[in-house]
């Protein structure tokens, strides 16, 4: 349900030391994934309250991969 719109801002947050590197789609499969796994772990009570929970896992793991990978500027 969400998975185009958090497509679009993975491809915002691939910026050019991951282009190449990481792959939009990839991305928000692991970010499902990662709330699938930790639903549980989710307080909110509305749709905004779950997007900004989706946003905040798709950001972690654009960090985790720029901690990952060290890349030439």
Do not use: N
């Amino acid at each position: 349900m969400y998975r185009g719109y958090l497509k679009l801002l993975a491809r915002l947050q691939i910026d050019r030391r991951l282009r190449g590197k990481a792959d939009a789609s990839d991305l928000v499969q692991e970010t499902c994934l990662r709330a699938h796994h930790g639903f549980r772990e989710f307080r909110g009570t509305t749709e905004p309250e779950l997007l900004a929970w989706l946003r905040q896992i798709l950001a972690s793991r654009v960090l985790d991969l720029l901690r990952r990978r060290p890349v030439k500027p």
